[in-house]
């Protein structure tokens, strides 16, 4: 960093050292583009000043670019995708967090997070006040399930109409995804289950995320399950782009444009892609079974545990859903669909121990 900040200063002194001749020289320009889920700036090192931020929505749904720190807090409109914006700031030096902040912060916590120094040039050194952000430490979450068991079984998305706009962004998944409005995973088709689910799961940043769990329970057919976790996804999923890891407190699915707006918009205490064990009546099925879990603020009513909002951000975060997919390329389960998906109403969550 510091080397790539000293090839960049001596333009910055230059240009501050004829600043006195006013529309000589245009203000220090920073280049950012927007993607999903990254903010990539040209530098991340400029003089203090007057800074000019020219913004390019690169990625395939709407964006927006914010500068937050030192008393400042200014975002652009909503960029729309392949649309450009321009910000321009006084940065006083210090540290600034830059990103994207549509969906009350969910693609900020997808990774659409930066930050940028404001150096003061006359100081001629690097020393001016801001430090290497530390790490977040690893935070951790422990789920129990309770309450009503219900299994989903396949049927039509009960809100397609406030789906069919976002879908519209979609561009190469949307097709798969428009299938899934006739018959798919979130529908109003329950029957009643049995069973329990306790995982725990830690945030440690990128790759070295992990959980820890089981599940059992029992489906319309009588068949007795039992997942075991094994390690977290960290890879892309189709339609979750860039869903790898745990995720600890996000807002998304539905109106939000992030992950299919099949789903009703949430919040969620924890949202995670794993790898599992899966048996069946105490036969191993598969050692590869792609699991999704998430604990989020409820989307089904009582009585018959249909889907009861398409914005349900604001409901308790008490609903734990755990849905099963075979590994890539193996057989569908012999269940309807071919996927298992059953969800826990009144579950709870807690700070490990350690
Ligand atoms: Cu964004």
């Excluded at 693609?107 to 930050?115: E, I, N, R, Y």
């Excluded at 069919?164 to 289950?193: C, H, M, W």
Aim: glycine share 10%.
């Amino acid at each position: 960093m510091s080397k790539h900040w000293i090839h960049w200063s001596l333009p910055i002194l230059a240009v501050l050292g004829t600043a006195s001749r006013p529309g000589v020289e245009p203000p220090a320009q920073v280049s950012v583009r927007l993607s999903e889920w990254k903010v990539e700036l040209s530098q991340q090192a400029i003089a203090a000043g007057t800074v000019r931020f020219a913004i390019t929505n690169a990625g395939s749904i709407p964006h927006a670019f914010e500068v937050e720190g030192h008393g400042i807090e200014k975002e652009t409109r909503t960029i729309q995708p392949g649309a450009s914006d321009t910000l321009t700031l006084t940065l006083k030096p210090g540290m600034y967090q830059v990103y994207c902040p549509v969906g009350e912060d969910s693609h900020k916590k997808l990774g659409m997070d930066s930050h940028i120094r404001a150096v003061d040039a006359n100081a001629g050194s690097e020393h001016s006040g801001y430090g290497e952000t530390s790490p977040p430490g690893v935070r951790s979450i422990r789920v129990t399930s309770g309450g009503p068991v219900i299994q989903i079984l396949p049927g039509p998305f009960p809100f397609p109409d406030s789906a069919a706009p976002i879908l519209q962004q979609f561009g190469d998944e949307r097709e798969g995804l428009e299938s899934q409005v006739k018959n798919g995973p979130y529908s109003n088709n329950v029957t009643p289950s049995s069973g329990s689910f306790t995982f725990t799961a830690w945030d440690k940043g990128a790759t070295r995320d992990s959980v820890d769990g089981a599940a059992e329970f029992t489906t319309q057919d009588g068949a007795r399950w039992r997942l075991v976790l094994d390690r977290v996804q960290t890879k892309d999923v189709p339609h979750h782009p860039r869903f790898g890891g745990v995720i600890l407190g996000l807002y998304y699915h539905g109106n939000t444009g992030v992950h299919t707006p099949l789903v009703p918009t949430i919040n969620s205490a924890v949202a995670l892609w794993a790898f599992g064990h899966l048996y069946k009546n105490a036969a191993l099925v598969t050692d590869n079974a792609m699991v999704h879990v998430m604990l989020l603020s409820r989307t089904r009513r009582d009585g018959d545990f249909a889907l009861a909002c398409w914005d349900c951000s604001r409901n308790k975060i008490e609903e734990l859903q755990l849905q099963i997919l075979p590994g890539q390329g193996e057989p569908k389960f012999d269940s309807p669909g071919g996927f298992l998906f059953v969800n826990w109403e009144k579950s709870s969550s807690s700070k490990p121990a350690s």
